[in-house]
Structures are given as C-alpha cells and as structure tokens.
C-alpha cells in the first residue's frame, strides 16, 4: 500500500495552488446563513467543471456523489457559511463584503471538499460503494445541517465525516486530531419559564397572587434537579441566565420570566431535565397560587464521536499522514468541552467522526483563535484536509465492502 498513499498526497500536493485560489476567492466574498448566493454559485461551477452534477438540497445546500450506490455510502461535509464580523486580519485576500468574514474557517472547509471532489472522480473507479459530498449552509446559527436532514440528505447513508481547522492554538500546523469515540462537545437547549400571577398593590399582598415569589422557588428547586437526582459525576448543567420581574418598588407585578440553558452530553438526558424542569415549575408554581408555563428553543444535541470511526480514522490517517495524526488523548478529566457544532445533528444519526486540522498555531504566528477579527488561516495545508477527506472516504469504503 505505501506506493499507493505516497502517490495519493502528490496527487493531494500537485491540487494545492488551485485550492488556495479558490478559497481566497471564497474568503474575499464571505456570507452568511442561508444566504449564501456567491459561495453556492461558485461551488456549484466549481463541481460541473470537474463533471459532477450538483444537486440543490434544503435552503442553501448542495449535494454531489462520487462512485455508484453499492453496500455502503459515506457522507463527507464542508460547510460553507461566514460570521457577522469585521475583519482585522493582515491578509491580501481580506474579506471585500463588509461586517462579513470567515472567522471559522468554513471557507477553508468549502476549497478542501472541493480538492476531495476532485480527488474522488480521479480515483472514481476504485470506489467500493459511494460518497454523498455535503455541501453545508448556515452552520454558525445551528440551523444548516437540520435543513439539509429534513430535505434527506441522509438517505442511503451509512456513516458520515467531517473536518474542522483550527487556528491560534498550541498545535503546530498540520497536525490533525482524531477524537476517541464518546461525546465530543455538549448539547445546548434553551428554557423559558413564563410565571403568571395576579398584580396589585405592594402593601395588600392579599390582593394579589405575587410571580415573584413562586419564580424564586422555581430558581431554587432546578437546582436540586442536579444535586438530588442524578448519580453523582453525570454531566448535566441548568443555569437560568435571565430572571425578570417587576418595574415599581412598591408593585405587585402580573408576571415573572426566567430563561436559561440546558448543557449535557447525553440525549436521553436532556429529555429528562426538560421533564423535570417542566413538572417542577408547574407544580411549585401552583403550590404559591401561580400558573407556569415552560418552553423550549434551540436545541442542539451533543456531538457523538463513534467508536468505529474513530479508529478507522486513525489507521487510515496513520497510513497517509503518519507524521501529523496526533496520539490519542489520554487523561481522564471531562472530555466534553468546546462550543457546540451542528454536525452533531448528524452524528446522533449516522456513526460519526470529526477531524480536527490545525492551519498554524502560537507556535506558528497565529496568535488569534477562532471567531476572533483578527485570525488568520494558514492555506498551505488546503491539500492535507482534501486528501484526509478522500483517503478516508475510498479505504472506509474498500474495507466496509470485505
Ligand atoms: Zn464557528
Ligand atoms: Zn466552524
């Protein structure tokens, strides 16, 4: 096999000065959401003239297979949309749409599927089964991997990958991290605890059924959701950060509102402290003569790291780049950490893995993290995200067909 994976990072390498065209010139042109008319278009000409046929899929999305249906398929994922920032960074391709910039990196994301597109039909012939390449709007609301589910894009799909860079981090550059199967990162869910009294006069409290009251006891009894009714050592956070009541001292309000966050790493987990959270403010807020009402928004499920992925990922990985695949982390303190990412909509569906690619660390000169105006994105490793996609996507297949 060694020919083989030499020859594949050259063909990888002979890509790296059209990737780094094309995603300047999607870094030029950064949008956001669903919006994303340029980036779409310009994947969409991109993919025909490497003779795919792209299919629109969901809002913004776009979908091409590479290979024919057989025993298995394999979703690999690029998302494509930018942040609502300004850019700072010292670049000569800086952003030219104001208040718009990939401070992610999703356009590094976008210029390696398309290296892994064209590295697909290269090696089309010798695909096991096929590779649905998701192309991914409006990933920095949580909102575009959803929409793409809901329009099938995971139909006939056995299994998924996807890739983040990093930057502005102590890992040099080029070095890719493989999670070890497990939660990755916590889920997030929104509460809105809506407490109805009866207002009136703050000296006839008598008169009056007080919100306030009641919402204090809400607050106080979520609490003890953690404290009493889990084993000690699960995960599960409730932090209401909003409480409002109330505009007069001597005022009686109608109302009392509290919202907060649910963070956890286990599905069935936050279906239990909704129905907690639930039960609890109804019935503390009828024991103090109020009505409570609860509801929920925003939710993003935990991001699952499979087992079996997360080895093949390492022995393939291994075998292409063995001198930038990281060891597996050891240690037993809490793995789950990080921002939330909505790949996890995928991951709680198919068996999942995400790869983590640095584009220059401290170490590097990139001082700024992620999300930060100033950060920047080293593209001399655009070829090592194309081939890590491909690579993966043709040994996962030939194995899967053994
Ligand atoms: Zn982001
Ligand atoms: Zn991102």
Redesign the pocket.
């Known amino acids: 096999m060694e020919g083989y994976e030499v020859q594949f990072l050259q063909e990888a390498q002979a890509l790296q000065g059209e990737l780094e065209t094309w995603r300047r010139e999607l870094h030029r042109h950064p949008e956001l959401g669903f919006d994303l008319t340029f980036t779409k278009a310009f994947v969409k000409a991109r993919l025909e003239e490497m003779g795919y046929e792209p299919v629109e899929c969901g809002k913004a999305g776009l979908t091409v297979t590479a290979g024919k249906p057989a025993k298995r398929t394999l979703l690999i994922r690029g ?1 494509m949309d930018a942040l609502p920032i300004q850019e700072e960074a010292d670049v000569p391709y800086r952003s030219e749409n104001p208040g718009k910039m990939h401070a ?3 356009d590094m994301h976008t210029a390696m599927m398309l290296g892994a597109a064209k590295l697909l039909k290269q090696h089309e012939g010798e695909l096991a089964g096929q590779v649905k390449l998701m192309y991914q709007p409006a ?2 609301i949580m909102a575009g991997s959803q929409d793409m589910i809901e329009a099938g894009v995971l139909e006939g799909v056995d299994a998924a990958l996807m890739l ?1 860079v990093m930057t502005g981090t102590p890992i040099p550059r080029g070095c890719i991290m493989i999670p070890e199967g497990g939660t990755g990162s916590a889920s997030s869910d929104f509460f809105t605890i809506t407490v109805k009294g009866k207002g009136g006069h703050g000296a006839m409290p008598q008169l009056s059924i007080d919100p306030i009251t009641a919402a204090a006891h809400i607050h106080l009894a979520l609490q003890a959701i953690h404290a009493r009714e889990l084993t000690p050592g699960d995960f599960l956070v409730i932090t209401p950060g909003i409480f409002q009541a109330g505009k007069a001292a001597n005022v009686i309000p109608d109302t009392a509102m509290m919202q907060g966050t649910i963070r956890t790493g286990d599905v069935a987990m936050v279906d239990f402290a909704k129905k907690r959270i639930t039960e609890i403010a109804e019935a503390t807020a009828k024991a103090f003569r109020a009505e409570a009402t609860v509801e929920f928004s925003g939710s993003c499920p935990p991001m699952i790291a499979d087992y079996d992925m997360s080895a093949a990922a390492r022995t393939y990985l291994t075998e292409l780049l063995p001198r930038n695949v990281l060891p597996p982390l050891t240690g037993n303190g809490n793995k789950i950490g990080g921002g939330s ?1 909505d790949f996890a909509f995928v991951s709680v569906r198919v068996p999942t893995i995400g790869l983590f690619l640095s584009t220059g660390g401290t170490g590097d000169g990139c001082q700024y993290p ?1 999300h930060h105006p100033k950060a920047v994105f080293d593209d001399s490793v655009l070829h090592l995200g194309a081939a890590a996609y491909s690579y993966f996507a043709i040994r996962w297949l030939a194995d899967q067909n053994k």
């Open positions: 998302d992610c990196g999703h990933e920095e983040h990412e992620q």
